[in-house]
């Protein structure tokens, strides 16, 4: 009984291992996968730390308590603002939250939704932008016929503009869309080249900047790992704060004059790929979900009539300009993902 403990603990162990690997190495299948499902790892060890303390087996169940501390500061940026070298445990990037002191009056209200092959109710969507007061919608996996229903359900009286993607032999699940209720400077129907569905984008001045905000859906792992890492990579091609000489060239040339960027969508990876967390170094980007310490917000799978989504692979994504001041999921009936609102303001 003891040597089986061991050996679950170590599985366990070696599992939450894969999160540091170096970016790149999770390209290969099933590692993207597995790593998605590192934060559900707390309820097998909970487990096998009160079958550790049933049996008194005490060595298993400090090993236990140790990975489940871990799982812990993982968890712990998204509730607590935390000094770095906590982040740096959880090797993630510092974030631009602001304090209350200086939150300002003016906020931009974005929420994001990955459409499931264009079945979103379109009703729906149209209400929660309205009832959430939404100025920039992008939505994923969108259709023809998605488009026209939300034209009919009267979308383009509230977000009047937008920017469509080209439909590509990448398409996963259909093409992506940016809507926006104020006027923009410049559109795209596509930018940065990646093996997936076109990312269209806008350019917008909001909150005393320029912001470029684009629509983007990279592969799922299951149409290739090599394509799922490179077009999660290629989207810090999108910011004007991009270090790296290439990326700063790819950024002006999609951005022009931008002093921010602002990706959404449905990323098909977490904080726990390696490749993600190297997207938001290349891009000097930062993921809203740990900006409001408002918790996780799992947004798939959404369509379990008995289990709540359990991965949060839908992001807001933003450069330093800008800070998340809140965010929130609503669930659309006919997709499985659940959307995110966030709102942002001026850092």
Not at 31 to 47: F, G, H, Q, Y
Not at 229 to 246: E, M, Q, R, Y
Request: include cysteine; hydrophobic fraction near 50%; proline fraction near 8%.
């Amino acid at each position: 009984m003891s040597t089986l403990l061991w050996a679950l603990l170590a599985l366990c162990a070696l599992w939450m291992a894969l999160r540091y690997l170096p970016a790149g190495w999770d390209w290969h299948r099933p590692l993207p996968e597995l790593i998605a499902l590192v934060p559900l790892l707390s309820a097998p060890l909970m487990v096998l730390l009160v079958w550790s303390l049933v049996i008194t087996a005490w060595p298993q169940a400090v090993a236990a308590t140790l990975l489940l501390l871990l799982e812990t500061i993982w968890l712990l940026p998204f509730l607590l603002h935390l000094p770095s070298g906590v982040l740096a445990i959880s090797a993630l990037p510092g974030f631009s939250q602001p304090d209350a002191a200086t939150v300002s009056p003016k906020r931009l209200t974005v929420m994001s939704l990955n459409c499931k092959y264009g079945h979103a109710d379109a009703q729906a969507i149209k209400a929660a932008v309205e009832r959430q007061h939404v100025d920039l919608l992008a939505l994923q996996e969108v259709s023809q016929t998605l488009l026209d229903r939300l034209r009919e359900a009267g979308l383009p009286m509230v977000l009047p503009y937008q920017s469509v993607g080209v439909a590509t032999t990448d398409d996963n699940g259909g093409f992506n869309a940016v809507f926006s209720r104020i006027q923009p400077k410049g559109r795209r129907p596509q930018s940065v080249s990646l093996p997936a569905s076109a990312v269209p984008t806008l350019t917008v001045e909001a909150l005393g900047r320029t912001i470029l905000v684009a629509s983007a859906h990279p592969k799922s792992p299951q149409r290739g790992g090599s394509n799922w890492g490179a077009s999660i990579l290629a989207l810090a091609g999108l910011s004007p704060a991009a270090p790296s000489p290439a990326a700063q060239a790819s950024a002006r040339r999609q951005a022009g004059d931008a002093d921010d960027a602002l990706i959404m969508g449905d990323l098909n990876s977490s904080v726990h790929h390696p490749s993600f967390r190297r997207l938001l170094s290349d891009g000097h980007l930062l993921d809203a979900g740990g900006e409001a310490s408002a918790g996780l917000h799992p947004t798939f799978p959404a369509s379990w009539a008995t289990l709540p989504p359990l991965i949060e692979i839908d992001h807001v994504l933003h450069t330093q300009g800008l800070a998340c001041t809140g965010l929130r999921s609503l669930r659309i009936p006919s997709t499985d993902h659940m959307a995110l609102v966030a709102t942002l303001q001026a850092a």
